[in-house]
């Protein structure tokens, strides 16, 4: 397993990242899909997969001779390479782990989503078929259950359901044409499916800030908006009778589940799986067996942001009362994510748990404290905009010794 070569599309996106650096951990030899980069630029952004500050140089004294960085595309033909370099990768290639997508939640006609979720999944898939046999690990994600609120099994996609946003139906779209392709040619395939995914369980770190980043930016916002103000904006709030502004009002279900699971979980538990001959064409939910509800959630993210005022209201409710301003302003930043406050599907994960016993690797229990982490984190760094410019020289070497082609 070690001698083998693997390319990784997505390498430098948040989950992507990590199955780059665990697999690069594990001894593969790896080829990086890095799209329309420049060869510096390319250089620049590996180096994000792996920071190396505080990192000694024998653990990256092999880096050079085991990664390559390809410039190119998944949402083009042949990748977005010439031929002759197109022919030479896939000769190369024991396995694909297809991790790039478009995530952005967008509905209605906007198709910016099928470029990448969709032909990129196609035209990794003629990549499997192209010269030596390949097998392909794919990043799916257990919304192509949509809006379904019974219990969904692993080995189910299409169920008359529909969808939340595009994000969700291109990848169902991918994953109906991925199961069309492996009907009709022999790919050795592994779909994995992780619901949302969050920080680092032991760091807090990530690189996403959308789900409950989204609200607790929201939230902290408003927290400081308020210290300014000091409640004097009679737009914002009207006071109640005992000098307090009201509950923020959230509208959702409180009983609700929202299924988080730390991007460390998934990352281990997706390499281990990997490994196994007897999961090949399998699919693998990757999920929380036992996800937090909203209320849970709202009670936890008070404490983290400082806003103990907040109120999960019913549907009804919300609307029999007019918004005041900082509800309207909350809502408004975190339109895109509100469906999912009002339920999700019980995910089945049957095949996960049965190829994971005995591993020791377990989903962590999301918890007030690993909350207070990911929120810490995100205020640390700015909801994201916080760069990191300090770069010693052990990073400058290792970044000039990687290959770009």
Request: net charge neutral; charged share 20%; aromatic share 10%.
């Amino acid at each position: 397993m070690k001698q083998k070569t693997i390319l990784i599309t997505g390498a430098t996106g948040f989950l992507g990242n990590y199955l780059t650096r665990e697999l690069f951990e594990a001894g593969f030899y790896l080829k990086l899909l890095v799209r329309n980069s420049a060869s510096g630029q390319a250089k620049e952004r590996i180096s994000e997969v792996f920071p190396l500050v505080g990192a000694t140089e024998s653990v990256f004294d092999t880096l050079s001779d085991r990664i390559e960085i390809i410039d190119g595309d998944v949402s083009q033909k042949r990748l977005g390479l010439n031929a002759q370099d197109y022919s030479r990768l896939s000769d190369t290639v024991d396995e694909v782990f297809h991790c790039a997508a478009a995530t952005k939640f967008c509905n209605g006609s906007d198709n910016t989503l099928v470029p990448t979720n969709v032909y990129g999944t196609e035209h990794i898939l003629w990549f499997c078929l192209s010269n030596k046999p390949k097998r392909l690990h794919y990043i799916s994600t257990a919304y192509v259950a949509g809006t379904r609120r019974d219990t969904v099994f692993e080995h189910e996609l299409e169920k008359r359901q529909t969808f939340n946003n595009n994000y969700e139906k291109t990848k169902f779209d991918a994953e109906k044409l991925l199961q069309q392709f492996t009907n009709k040619y022999t790919i050795p395939t592994t779909i994995y499916r992780p619901s949302i995914i969050v920080g680092d369980s032991k760091t807090g770190f990530t690189r996403n800030y959308d789900s409950i980043y989204v609200f607790g930016k929201g939230l902290n916002r408003l927290k400081n908006y308020e210290m300014r103000n000091n409640y004097k904006d009679p737009q914002c709030s009207s006071r109640n009778d005992i000098g307090h502004p009201p509950s923020l009002r959230i509208p959702g279900d409180k009983h609700a589940t929202i299924n988080l699971v730390p991007v460390d979980y998934v990352t281990h538990a997706i390499v281990a799986i990997s490994g196994q001959a007897n999961s090949i064409n399998k699919i693998f939910h990757i999920v929380n067996p036992s996800p937090p509800t909203l209320g849970e959630l709202a009670e936890w993210m008070t404490v983290a942001t400082g806003i103990h005022r907040i109120k999960i209201a019913p549907i009804y409710e919300f609307q029999a009362r007019p918004q005041n301003l900082l509800e309207k302003l909350f809502l408004q930043g975190t339109e895109a994510f509100q469906p999912y406050l009002f339920g999700e599907p019980c995910f089945d994960s049957t095949n996960t748990k049965k190829l994971l016993s005995g591993t020791a690797i377990e989903c962590p229990l999301i918890t007030q404290e690993l909350i207070n982490l990911f929120i810490q984190y995100a205020i640390d760094t700015n909801w994201g905009k916080k760069k990191q410019i300090e770069k010693n020289e052990l990073s400058c070497k290792l970044v000039d010794s990687i290959k770009v082609v």
